[in-house]
Nanobody, 121 residues
Framework: QVQLVESGGGLVQPGGSLRLSCAASGSIISIHTMSWFRQAPGKQRDLVASITRRGITNYADSVKGRFTISRDNAKNTVYLQMNSLKPEDTAVYYC???????????????WGQGTQVTVSS
């Protein structure tokens, strides 16, 4: 069994900052790409940022220069530092990871439960 548990969401004023965390636990052999997605009401779920095991990052154009993704491989944890937040960043943020479980040969896709981020004055 593998779980992804997110934390760090909340309400913040425009221009403020939040840091999201997502910790993976369970019978894990290795974790490959880890990502953050977000979904606003009535919209599709979109990629925000991703990071490979070696630290190569990719960002959506809308968050470049404001958000930073990082990971701690020893802790099986990925982070999303969000600065200069805007009302349009309001969404449920989901953690995603490609994980090889003990006893398997392939990666499986796992999702966290989501954490709400609301940017409002």
């Amino acid at each position: 069994q593998v779980q992804l548990v997110e934390s760090g969401g909340g309400l913040v004023q425009p221009g403020g900052s939040l840091r999201l965390s997502c910790a993976a636990s369970g019978s894990i052999i290795s974790i490959h790409t880890m990502s953050w997605f977000r979904q606003a009401p009535g919209k599709q779920r979109d990629l925000v940022a991703s990071i490979t095991r070696r630290g190569i990052t990719n960002y959506a154009d809308s968050v470049k220069g404001r958000f930073t993704i990082s990971r701690d491989n020893a802790k099986n944890t990925v982070y999303l530092q969000m600065n200069s937040l805007k009302p349009e960043d309001t969404a449920v943020y989901y953690c995603n990871a490609g994980i090889q479980r003990l006893g398997t040969q392939y990666d499986y896709d796992y999702w966290g439960q989501g954490t709400q981020v609301t940017v409002s004055s």
